[in-house]
Every structure is written in structure tokens, then in C-alpha cells.
């Protein structure tokens, strides 16, 4: 049967592209893909039952108090007989036309064509892999899939999610899962291919409202996708349900509640009443929401939800790399992040 450990490592299965090369991960959010080589691939991880070295990212958050992955396997992951795919997820196709400050040349080639306009070293997003996705999925049984969900890149970008989802002869029984940053607006074609879908949820990467949207997701702007929202949720088949993925930093997190305020307000349902839930978690990196400086985590109110979350994370003093990203990319980008963050300019050093 499934794995009692993590679900995921028994009967997930997700497709990556790296170096041309098409990996294959249990999971997202698991760090060691192994080159994929056919639906024996991952047999070595079914019998698992504790941490392996490519769960860190569970395990941390676990470790920081925040609901992982691995926890939500048994709520996501029918019950089935290992090796059994139930879930898979497409992260193969890294066009982007965004340059998000979260972000990097490695999933958006927007931020490669930023790095090569200003002659800045980088490795290149190398995205001829992609055209071998169509030999993989067929030699994996999909035949017990109820769960396909689309990463970027913006997956909305071109067509590669729509060629993956004629994979399933039978889509009343699958559900789809977009995590989008919200500035493509489906076509009617991909709307009516929708609907024929068990569910399809469109998760659109909001980390913040307004200008504080725009600094965070450059160069997108906030009336489109909050445009793009709304008549989404007019035009949208029935089965589509809306989540918000927030990923909290050292410049969002006391702004969270404005967030929270702007969905309670705008777009709490979908327009059968469906509830629009919001999903946070902690950026890493450069924007590592470590890096909040302890003056501001106590400046937050202690019944946000961002609260709990940043100060169950520990603290880290180096900001150097923050600094860094602003003096080299505000000049280019024309914006400031003081008169866009105007709130928690006294928390941080950053001159």
C-alpha cells in the first residue's frame, strides 16, 4: 500500500527539466531528482520510512512549525499500491514574462534575458529537454492519476500544459492544479478544455496588492492581474476554484494582513461560493524570511498568520545579499523600495 511515511514517495511522480535533461522527483518540493529513466525510476524511495537527504525542505518546515508537504500527502494521495501514480507534476517548461525578486534565471527566462541584456554572468535556461515530455508520459501508467499540477515558468505562456492534458482520456476523473502569477488570461479554447476537468485549481501568486505587487512580480502590473482575477472569476467554467499561494519575505510579511483584507473583500469565493484559500509559506535565498529583522517580527500583530510564521523561523543577521539586489536592480528597474515598503523602512540597514 502507500507509504506510511510520505505518501508521495510511493505513488507521486514529478517531472522536471535541468541541463536539457528531463529528472524525476517524487515531489516538488524534494531536492534530489534522479534522471529519468521510465516508471521504474523512483522503486528505491517506496519503501522509505524516515528522512532522506532530499525531504530538507519538509522537514525544515516542519521543523519551523509550518504544515508541510509531506503532511498534506495523506490528504492529497489516494490510498493505492506503491509505484501506483497518483499524483504528477509538470515543472519542465521555465518561459516566464516575469522577473519576480523571488525569482531566478533557473525558472523564469525573463530574468536570463535581464542577466544577458545587462551583461551579467549566468547559466543560460536551457529549455530543449521539454520536447522529450511527451516520450516520458508515455512510458508511465497514467492510468490512476487524479491529481496534475502545472509549475513554471508561467504555465499559461504557451501550450505544453495543454498537450500534457490530452494524456487523459478520461479528465472527469483528474484534477488540475495551475500555480500562475494571474497575468495570462486563459483562452476560450483552454477554458472549454477546462471544464471538462473533475476540478481545476488556479492558483495565482499574489505576494502582495497594488505597487507592492508590482515591485515584488516585475514587471507585471497589479490592475491586470487583478483584472484578470475578476473576470476569471465571472467567465471561469463552474468546477474552477481559486487559491492564493503567498510567499512571505522580509518586505511582505507586515504587509500580509492587506492581503488577507483584499481577498476577504474581493474575492473570498468563486462565484458559486466556493471558498478562495490562501496558502503562505517562507521565501528562501536572497529574500530568505529569516532575514526579518526582529524589530519588525515584533511589529507584527501576534494574530496574523504571518506571525506564527516568521517567528518560527530563525533569525538571520545578513542582509548583505538584499542590499546587494537593490543597489544592482532598482536603478534598472526604476522603482524604490522605500517608497514602496514606506512602513518598514526604520526596520531595515540597508544603505
Known amino acids: 500500500m502507500s507509504n506510511e511515511f510520505c505518501r508521495f514517495l510511493s505513488n507521486g511522480c514529478s517531472l522536471e527539466l535541468s541541463n536539457s535533461q528531463i529528472y524525476v522527483k517524487p515531489c516538488c518540493w524534494f531536492r534530489n531528482a534522479i534522471p529519468f529513466n521510465g516508471s521504474e525510476t ?6 522509505t520510512d524516515s528522512w532522506l537527504p532530499g525531504c530538507s525542505v519538509c522537514k525544515q518546515q516542519e521543523q519551523n512549525g509550518f504544515f508541510s508537504f509531506r503532511q498534506a500527502s495523506f490528504q492529497i494521495v489516494p490510498d493505492l499500491p506503491d509505484g501506483k501514480i497518483t499524483t504528477l507534476d509538470i515543472n519542465l517548461d521555465f518561459e516566464c514574462n516575469a522577473a519576480c525578486i523571488i525569482c531566478n534565471a533557473s525558472s523564469s527566462t525573463l530574468w536570463g534575458k535581464e542577466l544577458k541584456r545587462f551583461k551579467i554572468d549566468h547559466t543560460p535556461t536551457d529549455l530543449t529537454g521539454k520536447d522529450r515530455i511527451e516520450d516520458a508520459l508515455s512510458s508511465l501508467d497514467l492510468s490512476h492519476v487524479s491529481r496534475v499540477k502545472f509549475f513554471g515558468g508561467e504555465p499559461l505562456f504557451n501550450d505544453l500544459h495543454v498537450k500534457v492534458l490530452e494524456y487523459f482520456p478520461e479528465p472527469k476523473n483528474v484534477e488540475i492544479w495551475y500555480t500562475t502569477n ?8 483552454v477554458l472549454d478544455l477546462w ?13 502582495g496588492i497594488g505597487k507592492q505587487f508590482d515591485y515584488i512580480r516585475w514587471p507585471l502590473k497589479w490592475d491586470l492581474v487583478e483584472k484578470n482575477l475578476f473576470r476569471l472569476k465571472n467567465e471561469a467554467p463552474v468546477n474552477l476554484l481559486f487559491r492564493i499561494n503567498h510567499t512571505l519575505n522580509p518586505f511582505n510579511v507586515f504587509y500580509y494582513d492587506r492581503m488577507v483584507e483584499w481577498v476577504d473583500t474581493h474575492f473570498a469565493t468563486n462565484r458559486l461560493g466556493d471558498e478562495t484559500e490562501i496558502n503562505i509559506h517562507p521565501c528562501w535565498g536572497t529574500w530568505d524570511l529569516s532575514k526579518t529583522p526582529l524589530s519588525l517580527r515584533n511589529a507584527i500583530l501576534p494574530n496574523s ?3 506564527k510564521a516568521v517567528n518560527n523561523t530563525p533569525l538571520n543577521t545578513d542582509l548583505s545579499s ?6 544592482q536592480w532598482e536603478p534598472r528597474r526604476k522603482n524604490n523600495w522605500k517608497e514602496t515598503f514606506p512602513e518598514i523602512v526604520k526596520y531595515f540597514n540597508l544603505d
Do not use: G, N
Not at 523512483?42 to 519503501?47: A, E, G, N, Q, V
Not at 494571474?182 to 479554447?189: F, M, N
Not at 538584499?322 to 543597489?327: L, P
Open 322 to 327: 538584499i542590499s546587494d539586489f537593490i543597489k
Open 305 to 307: 498568520s504571518a506571525f
Open 182 to 189: 494571474a497575468s495570462i488570461y486563459p483562452t476560450l479554447d
Open 195 to 207: 471544464a471538462k476537468f473533475k476540478l481545476v485549481y488556479f492558483e495565482a501568486s499574489l505576494d
Open 42 to 47: 523512483l522503486k528505491t524511495l517506496h519503501d
